[in-house]
């Protein structure tokens, strides 16, 4: 048996894909936000997971580690009134978590616009969710 595929199908994903995506740009452009480029990122993600990688949960809670990550969205999670995501940089990856509690209501709104790709700044503390894994809140 052979497939044949619809050669359209794709183009008018693709212009689906690229029509969504000047909408969300209108909307940040009305919000004064759509291409900020005040963030400096102070930390690369493999030097976080190099330096505390080896901390239990309860030693990096005590540490209060303060960190500043930039780069690119690879992953993301929404569960409810808390998310996930991986933030690519440079130099490798480290995991983000957000809250509404944490964040505020209009800034976790505004996460679950965010696409794969996009490139976004984060500060906040480190900490080990339960299953281990080194993040960002």
Known sequence: ??????????AAEENHLIAER???LARLREEGVA????????DKAADLQAAYHDHD???LEALAQPAKVGGRIMLKRVMGKASFATLQDGS???????????????????FKTWDIGDIIGVEGTLFKTNKGELSVR
């Open 92 to 110: 490798g990856r480290i995991q983000i978590y957000l809250d509404k509690n944490g964040v505020g209501e209009a800034a976790y709104e505004s």
């Open 35 to 42: 291409f900020p480029n005040d963030f400096v990122p102070e």
């Open 22 to 24: 000047r909408q969300k």
């Open 57 to 59: 949960k309860p030693a």
């Open 1 to 10: 048996m052979t497939h044949t595929s619809d050669p359209v199908a794709p």
